[in-house]
C-alpha cells in the first residue's frame, strides 16, 4: 500500500516535496508516499488531462490550476473534498473568506484545496533609478512609458547593458497572457474577470487601454519583441523591469545574490483610482478518482498543508501559502519580518484575484494570445478591434456550448 504524489517539476518544489514525503513516511512506515514531479510538457494542465485520459493519474497532485478545475470535474476526475471528514473546517479556518468561494465548482462543490498563491506585480532594478531619475515607482501608463522613451533614448555608448523598460515571452500561446494581459485587466479593471454570469465581460474600454498599453511598448521598441528567452535579461540588467510573482526572490538569491532590487504594482490607466489589485496566480491540490485510498490521501493532503509545511514552503520556495492571518501568524510574521521585500506579494493574498470557472477557459485564453499578438506584438490590426475579435470569438465559443 502507497500512494502517489505529483509535485510540480521545478527544482525548489522537488526538494519540498522531498521533506514533506520524508516526513510524512518516517509517521506513517505502513503507508508511504511516493513522490515523482508532474511529467513534462509544454504545460501541466495538458499533461494532466493526458493522464486523466489514459487513467494514469496519481493518487493526489499539488501542481492544479483552477482554470482547468471545471474539466477535470466534468470529466469524472477529482474526489469531492466536500465528502472528507474536516474539510469544512479547514476550509474555513485557513483560507481567507475574501476568496474561499472563487475555489468553488459550478455545482457549489469543493473538488480542490486552495494551496498557494503567486501574485503578479513587477520588480525593478534599483541601480538604474538615479540614471533614470526615477524616485518614486510609476504608478500609471504614461509614467511607466516616460521611463520607458528615456531608457529608448539613452546612447548606446554609455556602458550600460539596459536596454528595455521590460521582456515578455510573446509566444501565442495560452499561458503567457497569464502573465501580461490578465493581470493587467485585473489591474486596470478594478478586480474584474474575463467573464460574469457565464457571458463575456472584457469588451469593454479598459481591455482595449491594456492592449494600447502593450502595442505602443512593442511599436515604439519600449519592450524586448525578442522570442529568444535563452538568457534571463533582468539579471543581465537588459531591462528596467519584470512581470513577476515571489518566487522570483528565491531565483535571484542563488542567481544573482548583489541585484539591488524592489517590488512595485502593475501600472493602471492615468486616473485609476481605488486599490491596484493583481492576478493570484495560484495552485491547488485535488485527489484523483482513481486513488484505491481517497482517506488516506486526504490525511497527506492535511499533512501537507499544516502550519509546519506552510512555512516549509515559503523558507525553500519563497511561494506564499493561501491562508487567513499570513503577517501576523507568528509562524509566518517571523519569516516577513525577515523577508520584508516579500511583505507586498503577502498584502496581496487575501484580495488577488483568480480564474474563471469554465471548461473553455484555456480555449479563452488561446483566442486573447491570437489577438494580443495580432494587435499589440504586430499591429496588424488595432487593439480596438483586437478586443472586439477577440469577445466575438469568446461569444461563439459559449454559445457552441449552449446549444
Not at 246 to 266: C, E, M, N, Q
Given at each position: ?27 506513517h512506515p505502513d503507508f508511504p508516499v511516493r513522490m515523482e514531479p ?60 475574501t476568496v474561499v468561494k472563487g475555489y ?300
Open positions: 500500500k502507497y500512494l502517489t504524489y505529483w509535485p510540480a517539476a521545478n527544482q525548489q518544489e522537488i526538494d519540498l516535496a522531498k521533506k514533506v514525503v520524508e516526513k510524512w513516511n518516517k509517521i508532474i511529467p513534462s510538457g509544454q504545460s501541466s494542465e495538458e499533461v494532466l488531462l493526458a493522464a486523466i485520459a489514459g487513467k494514469t493519474t496519481p493518487d493526489i497532485c499539488s501542481n492544479i490550476w483552477p482554470g482547468v478545475m471545471e474539466q477535470y470535474v466534468e470529466a469524472g476526475a477529482v474526489v469531492n473534498l466536500d465528502t472528507m471528514p474536516g474539510f469544512d473546517s479547514l476550509l474555513t479556518a485557513r483560507i481567507p473568506e468553488s465548482s459550478s455545482d457549489g462543490k469543493y473538488y480542490q484545496l486552495p494551496w498557494k498563491s503567486n501574485p503578479v506585480l513587477f520588480i525593478y532594478n534599483e541601480r538604474y533609478f538615479d540614471i533614470l531619475g526615477i524616485d518614486s515607482l510609476p504608478q500609471s501608463y504614461s509614467e511607466f512609458n516616460e521611463i520607458a522613451k528615456k531608457i529608448k533614448e539613452m546612447p548606446i555608448d554609455d556602458g550600460l547593458p539596459l536596454q528595455w523598460i521590460h521582456y515578455r515571452n510573446i509566444l501565442p500561446i495560452w499561458w503567457q497572457r497569464l502573465f501580461d494581459f490578465y493581470p493587467f485587466y485585473i489591474a486596470a479593471s478594478g478586480g474584474k474577470t474575463l467573464l460574469k454570469d457565464g457571458k463575456v465581460d472584457f469588451d469593454n474600454d479598459t481591455a482595449v487601454k491594456v492592449f494600447e498599453f502593450f502595442a505602443e511598448g512593442y511599436e515604439k521598441g519600449y519592450v524586448s519583441k525578442s522570442l529568444l528567452q535563452m538568457e534571463d535579461l533582468f539579471i543581465k540588467e537588459k531591462v528596467l523591469a519584470d512581470i513577476v510573482g515571489p518566487w522570483r526572490v528565491s531565483h535571484l538569491a542563488k542567481f544573482a545574490p548583489d541585484l539591488k532590487y524592489t517590488y512595485g504594482p502593475l501600472p493602471r490607466p492615468d486616473g485609476s483610482e481605488g486599490p491596484g489589485l493583481s492576478y493570484a496566480d495560484p495552485k491547488s491540490i485535488v485527489i484523483f478518482n482513481n486513488t484505491p485510498y481517497p482517506k488516506m490521501a486526504w490525511e497527506f493532503v492535511k499533512f501537507l498543508v499544516s502550519e509546519e509545511n506552510d512555512r516549509m514552503l515559503l523558507d525553500m520556495t519563497a511561494q506564499l501559502p493561501i491562508r487567513s492571518g499570513l503577517l501576523e501568524k507568528a509562524t509566518f510574521k517571523e519569516y516577513f519580518d525577515a523577508n520584508p521585500g516579500l511583505k507586498i506579494f503577502a498584502e496581496q493574498v487575501p484580495y488577488a484575484v483568480g480564474v474563471d470557472r469554465t471548461i473553455y477557459l484555456q480555449e479563452i485564453f488561446d483566442i486573447i494570445s491570437q489577438e494580443f499578438d495580432a494587435a499589440c506584438v504586430h499591429g496588424v490590426k488595432t487593439p480596438k478591434e483586437g478586443i472586439s475579435d477577440a469577445a466575438k470569438r469568446v461569444r461563439l465559443l459559449l454559445e457552441r456550448d449552449r446549444t
